[in-house]
């Protein structure tokens, strides 16, 4: 028995079983962007990160609201006087004030039409341990949540890995822009009480991650009215309800409830977080908004594992309760969007790259159909590869996304500068116009940049495992592997 063998049975299933869900595309360009991260002087040739849905773009914002609020902290002069209090706070309910402000800051981001009670907001480490919690007060191990594709890779992690539970995709396509419609919700319930699988929910991310698409209200009455007919939950992740940028508006669930009769309240829950809307991932603030009693018992005890620190419920709840600040914020960072979003997807239709109409989110869902040597999936991942290898760009395949389709790629398009997003730009348009035949005029920005596509055949491999970034989550994932 091999050293490795031994060492397994002295850990648990969970430890050493493989549905971390990171054995994935989507995780193996991050790794390829952290083993030669790109920067403008040290390492102009390095890969740009587009795989990371991060809002960087409102940072001086909230830098200026820190410098003239410094009694927000309790590592200043100013708020030193409330650091006993908030050193030795411990009441997993959370500050009231923290619940009060995110109540009151999840309303404006939903344009004030609904109105939510700071009662119901339970606490979690970012919106990854939010679905975790959820998941371990609706489902065993074994039941199925229904999730319409192209998902979120790491729901299969966040969702599954340490819960038991499986989901099973609703397949969306292009025919109408990878909107879910009833017929597919219903085939999708339908085979899996077929094959005897116990369906407790359904999970749609709303807006869309990856499409920065948003539901319209009677798509989402109609996906209320189809899990009141089968009695089974809905997770609506809103994560990105403050990223929208265009019209159409968000609707949030909780708007429809007020204009369904009949609803089964106790069967709806959000998932909830400021790492997208504010950009503040790092501060590992997750929340669930659930209208069911029982659930917010349970999860409230649940929450005493991954509960959001004393510290940084206190910075936010002086934040998040400055209306004036709020509203700016929120205004200027839709601004801000639209414009990157714009500025790229232009680039790109000088080349003759579409991409799926969108109006919110941190990222576009790009149709590189055009040119796949196969139309396959297979052809999909040759593509991505030479995007990786190459053109040293991480942009995630929609495979990787469960999509039904080859040929799609999400970039993410707010987690850099404006001379890095004219770099990628740069990049991905001289290599579709070598791919075309053709000769794209390239404007330098920077004289270190010097763009190369050597005609070497890659290997199928990323890297190689001596190129791993120490803190690349999974090491071992078969892409990374082989030789």
Sequence with gaps: MSFESKSHQLLSKIATNNKHGENSPYFDGWKAYE??????????????QMGLAENQLCFDLIEEWIRNNPKASICTPEGVNQFRHIANFQDYHGLPEFRNAVANFMSKVRGGRVRFDPDRILMSGGATGANELIMFCLADPGDA???????????????????????????????????????????????????????????ITNPSNPLGTTIEKERLK???????????????????????????????????LQEIEHCKKDLIHIIYSLSKDMGLPG???????????????????????????SQTQH???????????VENFLAESSRRLKERREFFTKGLEKVNITCLPSNA?????????????????????????LIINEVKLN?????????????????????????????????????????????????????????????????????????????????????????
């Design 145 to 203: 949540f229904l999730v319409p594709s192209p998902y979120y890779p790491a729901f299969v992690r966040d969702l599954c890995w340490r819960t038991g539970m499986q989901l099973i995709p609703v397949q969306c396509d292009s025919s109408n822009n990878f909107k879910i419609t009833r017929e597919a919700l219903e085939e999708a319930y339908e085979k899996a009480k077929s094959e005897k699988i116990n369906v407790k929910g359904l999970i």
């Design 395 to 483: 942009v995630s395949p929609g495979s990787s996304f469960n999509c039904s389709e080859p040929g799609w790629y999400r970039v993410c398009f707010a987690n850099m500068d404006d001379e890095t997003v004219e770099i990628a730009l740069m990049r991905i348009r001289a290599f579709v116009g070598r791919q075309k035949g053709k000769t794209v005029e390239i404007k330098r920005w920077n004289s270190n940049l010097r763009l190369s596509f050597s005609s070497r055949r890659f290997e199928e491999n990323v890297m190689s495992p001596h190129m791993m970034s120490p803190h690349s989550p999974m090491p071992h994932s078969p892409l990374v592997r082989a030789t």
């Design 35 to 48: 083993s030669n991260p790109f920067h403008p002087t040290k390492n102009p040739q390095g890969v740009i």
């Design 222 to 256: 109609s996906i209320v009215n189809f899990i009141n007919e089968k009695n089974i939950h809905l997770v609506c992740d809103e994560i990105y309800a403050g990223t929208v940028f265009t019209t159409p508006n968000f609707t949030s669930v909780s708007e429809v």
């Design 315 to 325: 910075f936010l709840a002086s934040m998040l309760s400055d209306n004036m600040f």
């Design 361 to 385: 989110g941190l990222f576009f869902w790009m149709n590189l159909k055009s040119l796949l040597k196969e139309k396959t999936f297979e052809g999909e991942m040759m593509l991505w590869r």
């Design 283 to 309: 501060f590992r603030v997750g929340l669930v908004y659930s209208y069911n009693d029982e659930v917010v018992n349970c999860g409230r005890k649940m929450s005493s594992f991954g509960l959001v620190s």
